[in-house]
Structure formats: structure tokens, C-alpha cells
């Protein structure tokens, strides 16, 4: 049976909004697009590798889907440094979320516009590696809500925003995690895996 994971990149605040480039996401008037450029580094592109090598299913947001799926079919040169990544997302089987998508032209795509989490559980329980959800955020803060992910990867880049989506909005479940990895890229990225083990605890310190 396969575990649901969650790979962001993040900012300093938790603005995980258009990392990519300035005409990713300017929804809600976002303008600081593709914030994470100055910081990626031949270390993150290892672990986002490690990271890929694990991966047996894709669950994807609709926004990030057409994303994905207006770039990843084209990548099909061998000699293209990103087509081994091209053969796990155009060969593995990849489920996007959405009520309004009929038929999805990216090959070995299913479209999932049922009860989400009973969907999720028949998904994780015929898949040998992980389902992955890589960014889609309001897809991610949906599977938070309702403890559907078993392991968050959050690559927190050395900047801070003041505006933006964030992961973890106001009103969210409070709930604690153990960190299981961690470590640092060259350009200050901090990458922590942390898996949620149920509700947050209170009390007083020195009490």
C-alpha cells in the first residue's frame, strides 16, 4: 500500500504561490512569481530527485495539472536532461482533482470528481510508492484538513513575501508532526520532512 505525500516550496512566511515564474498563479493580484529562481541550486535538484525516484502515483490540483500537462508531454528528447522526469510523469498513473475536467488529453490520467477521500484511500491501497501532490495548494490545504497526508516535504526558501496563498491558511487543524529528515541546500534552503502524528497538545511550560 502507498503513502500520500506533499512536496511544496515554501517561503520564509508560508507563501507557496507561483515559486515557478511571474505568470505561474497571479490570482488574487499575486506579483512576486518565480521567487524561488534565485535560490535553486544543484542541491534541491538532488533531493527533488530522491524525491521523484520514490514516486508511484501523481495527484494533482487542476490549476498545477494544466501546468504539468501543457509541458511534461512535450519533453520527449532523450538527450534533455529533464526526460528521465518526463518518463515518471508521462508513464505513471496521474489523478487530478476536479469537478469541471471531462477528458484529460495527458495519457494515464484519471479524473477524480467523487468523495475525494474514499477516492484517495482505493488510490494509496493499489499503489507501490508514494502519491505524490507537488504544489496545488488548494488541493494540499483540502487533504490537510481532513489528515490525508502521511508525510509533508517543505522546502523553505530564505525569503519572506508579505503576501501570497499560504500552506497552512487560518482556521486549520492544529496538529503535530514528527520531523523524520532535514537538512540544508548550499543557498539556504531548509528541507524538512515531517510526518503529522495527530492532533497538537497544550500546556504550560514549567507547569
Same mark, same amino acid.
Given at each position: #500500500?502507498?503513502?500520500? $505525500?506533499?512536496?511544496?516550496?515554501?517561503?520564509?512566511?508560508?507563501? #507557496?504561490?507561483?515559486?515557478?515564474?511571474?505568470?505561474?498563479?497571479?490570482?488574487?493580484?499575486?506579483?512576486?512569481?518565480?521567487?524561488?529562481?534565485?535560490?535553486?541550486?544543484?542541491? #534541491?535538484?538532488?533531493? #527533488?530527485?530522491?524525491?521523484?525516484?520514490?514516486?508511484?502515483?501523481?495527484?494533482?490540483?487542476?490549476?498545477?495539472? !494544466?501546468?504539468?500537462? *501543457?509541458?511534461?508531454?512535450?519533453?520527449? !528528447?532523450?538527450?534533455?536532461?529533464?526526460?528521465?522526469?518526463?518518463?515518471?510523469?508521462?508513464?505513471?498513473?496521474?489523478?487530478?482533482?476536479?469537478?469541471? %475536467?471531462?477528458?484529460?488529453?495527458?495519457?494515464?490520467?484519471?479524473?477524480?470528481?467523487?468523495? %475525494?477521500?474514499?477516492?484517495? $484511500?482505493?488510490?494509496?491501497?493499489?499503489?507501490?510508492?508514494?502519491?505524490?501532490?507537488?504544489?496545488?495548494?488548494?488541493? *494540499?490545504?483540502? %487533504?490537510?484538513?481532513?489528515?490525508?497526508?502521511?508525510?509533508?516535504?517543505?522546502?523553505?526558501?530564505?525569503?519572506?513575501?508579505?503576501?501570497?496563498?499560504?500552506?497552512?491558511?487560518?482556521?486549520?487543524?492544529?496538529?503535530?508532526?514528527?520531523?523524520?529528515?532535514?537538512?540544508?541546500t548550499a543557498s539556504g534552503i531548509a528541507i524538512h520532512t515531517f510526518r503529522p502524528t495527530g492532533r497538537a497538545t497544550f500546556g504550560t511550560m514549567g507547569g
Amino acid at each position: #500500500m502507498g503513502k500520500l $505525500t506533499l512536496t511544496t516550496f515554501l517561503t520564509l512566511d508560508g507563501v #507557496m504561490q507561483a515559486p515557478g515564474g511571474p505568470d505561474e498563479d497571479t490570482s488574487g493580484g499575486f506579483a512576486y512569481g518565480g521567487w524561488q529562481f534565485p535560490f535553486a541550486d544543484q542541491d #534541491m535538484g538532488a533531493y #527533488m530527485g530522491e524525491v521523484f525516484e520514490r514516486s508511484g502515483a501523481f495527484l494533482f490540483g487542476r490549476r498545477t495539472f !494544466d501546468t504539468f500537462a *501543457a509541458f511534461w508531454p512535450t519533453v520527449t !528528447d532523450p538527450a534533455n536532461p529533464a526526460h528521465a522526469l518526463a518518463e515518471r510523469f508521462n508513464t505513471l498513473p496521474k489523478y487530478v482533482a476536479s469537478r469541471t %475536467l471531462k477528458e484529460p488529453e495527458w495519457a494515464g490520467t484519471t479524473v477524480l470528481d467523487g468523495e %475525494l477521500p474514499v477516492e484517495i $484511500t482505493k488510490i494509496k491501497e493499489r499503489t507501490e510508492g508514494e502519491v505524490q501532490v507537488h504544489g496545488s495548494g488548494q488541493l *494540499a490545504q483540502f %487533504l490537510l484538513a481532513r489528515d490525508l497526508v502521511d508525510e509533508l516535504n517543505l522546502l523553505i526558501h530564505p525569503v519572506f513575501l508579505g503576501q501570497g496563498r499560504r500552506l497552512f491558511p487560518s482556521g486549520g487543524l492544529p496538529t503535530a508532526c514528527e520531523l523524520t529528515d532535514s537538512r540544508t541546500t548550499a543557498s539556504g534552503i531548509a528541507i524538512h520532512t515531517f510526518r503529522p502524528t495527530g492532533r497538537a497538545t497544550f500546556g504550560t511550560m514549567g507547569g
